[in-house]
């Protein structure tokens, strides 16, 4: 193959997947270079929220069960735990070689290896060299470890997704996305879990009131929660492993995971060789993805990225891609974005901020607790509320749930914010499915 290529892309994620979709869809002959030395198809669909969703999907009808014994079901649903993990490796086991397969065609090559910058418009890989008229780093992110005596003695989140055994206590350090979650799915299916946050809550970016209300049905399903508390040292004990903190406490385990956060997936680059610039929250870039150096680019979490206009997830790194794809005379602007945090129950938030709201006067907020209506009530959940934020002109521009269907609902806000739509163009233009949220919104909106 030619050792020179319109775009070079170091990653195969989703970042790579928007890039090379937009070309084929637009009929471009321009070429691609996907550079991975992972498995194909990046973090989400083989070590993070496709995996994650697959166990969700069977943990979530668990636990519904649950909340409705003595309302009409007498044997809640066990969780099968080495079956479930085995019938998730089969499902997930081919996608890397069909990823891979995926992004071949006449004008696009992929290449297993890893990448490291020569000079700024070439990268080398097993031995080779390969020019690109634009290089993108789309390297992802990977599990930061905590700095500790016994840090050998943790897991991350990929390790959890592949055990084959339950372990009986497990402890997770750290209170975000990957401790909340898979701690939800650990305690379902019969461990005890334990989570060590050194902050004064969990889920810092969502709606504290919210946040609340998981972390008290956590806690009322058996998961112990421990604030302002930082882990100092894990250690080897007899019978399992233990867990102190700098405050003097030790929690018992067998099996600890370091959720401390991700950092950027950068080291094997030799960005110098470039000379793009980065630091530890990731590649500063301006607002055409281009870093300082001309001709190189970068996209989806590996970025530098602060505040609320374009956090790092999935569905951004892949609008990315796409718009690297095009002609770049404009910087990119991103469209309405939500994002959500797939516990039990879940929460998803969208636009503006609730806690903007309380302290901004061209705002007001309104809420609307969910579990009178039948479809939540029919699944006991009894603490299911939206809030939304609307401007002074009485639209909707931001929107915070909690529920066991959080996700599904904001989605449907999100095209109400994105589109503009008033509560005249939900009761005229549309008649939605009932009994479902929407059926209510054009109430909520007025």
Known sequence: MSNKFDYVVLGSGPAAYGLTTALKTSGSAKTALIIDNELFGGTCPNYGCEPKIFLEGAVRNVLIARQLQGRGIQHPAKIDWPTLMATKQATFAPYPANAQAAFQTDYVTTLQGTASFVDAHTVAVNGEHYQGEKIIIATGLKAHQLPITGSELTHNSNDVLALKTLPQRVTFIGGGYVSMELAT???AAGADVEIIEHSPRALGPFYDQHVAVVVAQMEARGIKLHFGQSVDAVRQMTGG???????????????VVDATGRMPNVDSLNLAAAGVSADTQGI???????????????????????GEVAPKLTPVAQFEGAYLAGDL????????????????PQIAQVGVAVTTAQTDDRYHLKKMALAPDFAYAGTNDQDAELIGVFDQSNRLVGASEVSQTATDDV????????LGLTARDFQEKQIMIFPT?????????A
């Open 185 to 187: 799915v650990l305690n």
């Open 241 to 255: 492993l233990a867990v102190s903190t700098a405050e003097g406490d030790t929690y018992h385990a067998d099996y």
């Open 284 to 306: 500063i870039v301006d607002d055409h993805l281009q870093t300082n150096v001309a001709g190189i680019y970068a996209a989806g979490d590996v970025v530098k990225k602060a």
């Open 329 to 344: 005379a404009k910087p990119i602007a991103y469209p309405v974005t939500g994002t959500g945090s797939f516990t039990f």
């Open 411 to 418: 989605n449907q806000l999100v095209s109400v914010i994105a």
């Open 437 to 445: 949220l929407g059926t209510k919104l054009k109430d909520f909106l």
